[in-house]
């Protein structure tokens, strides 16, 4: 029997990277004859290049799901339902937490398995502070006192002003016509712009990795994020020198943690791959119980699977992070999804960026966002 080789591309953190190689290792044991080679990007490197061409040159791609809808129209990827595989796709899917399963559904295909789930959450020093705020007034008054940070890189900033306008039962990229109203935006911009005047200017240069390694790598440290995307490796003993606890993400006003906006990633097969099978093998593998709960999680990963979240073992082994942050995941926002969705990702970030750094104003930042939105929401309609 000739060996089959896939390639796999994911990105470059120990996260993403470490349990695509742990599970590749003992997929090619279970099947004598598989061999699956695993390369990284860099964060913003892997966002950046298109689907098409990762799946001319990678039989597996670990993917974000706003991708879909370019994926749905350009038909880089193999749609991963009617392969006779409708018992597990159920079981997937009922074993999802919160939307990480269907976030890769998209016209009636199912696009990719999640495999890594994800949403901001707050993150504190318990050794600095007793307990995570649950309010944003709470958070605020942290911040006043000089113990707070949190990730505001553009792609974060964006994150953060959806999340709190989600938070709110604002509508986000309901109208085609306009992103978000008059009023609600500027409500959301100016809580945000106070927020950012309080934390030391060197968060609008951290993503939550760059956040999490300041908070757990210092003596003298903020005691204290809001929101950034969980990373359970920091909850972890031996990861870094001041492990961080997570909890639920601060509500606005009087509502909870609802309303940030979920992230994760899931694993998808290459439309072109010449071993589709062997391709589709590991990729239901390696989303199901049995993996996401041992070998995905012991080697560093952050599991979608709801088996992971409710184990015992796992909590145990990253202070109760999957615990501390379930309501937080199971009310995310599942972010717009259309062909030409991220283009306005990448560029409306640098938008709201911009304004909390008193750059431009609210109301030309709302106006700028309202454009960029319906150029890409029209050209959706163009395709």
Known sequence: MAEIRLRGMTWDHSRGFDPMVATAREWSRRHPGVTIDWEKRSLQAFADRPIREMADAYDLMVIDHPHVGEVAAEGNLMALDGLGRDDALASLAASSVGLSHPSYAFEGRQW?????????????????????????????????????????????????????????????????????????????????????????????????????????????????????????????????????????APGLGDAGPRGTVLGGTGIAVSAFTRHPEAAVDYAFWIAGAECQRGLYFGSGGQPAHAAAWDDGACNAACRDFFRNTRATLETAWLRPRYNGYMSLQDRAGDLVQACLKGEAPAAGTLDALDRLYRETRHGERQR
Do not use: Q
Request: some cysteine; glycine content about 6%.
């Open 112 to 248: 990719a398995l999640a495999i890594d789930a994800a949403t901001p959450v707050a993150a504190f020093r318990p050794d600095l502070i007793a307990a995570a705020p649950t309010r944003w007034e709470e958070a605020k008054a942290l911040a006043r006192a000089g113990r707070v940070a949190f990730a505001l890189v553009p792609i974060n900033a964006l994150m953060t002003f959806f999340g709190l306008a989600r938070n709110l039962g604002y509508p986000v990229a309901e109208d085609p016509e306009r992103l978000m109203t008059r009023d609600h935006g500027a409500h959301v911009l100016a809580e945000l712009c106070e927020m950012a005047a309080l934390v030391d200017p060197r968060c609008f240069a951290c993503d939550p990795i760059a956040i999490y390694d300041w908070m757990g790598g210092a003596a003298e440290a903020p005691a204290y994020s809001p929101f950034g995307y969980g990373y359970t490796n920091y909850s972890r003993d031996g990861y870094c020198a001041h492990p961080l606890v997570f909890a639920d």
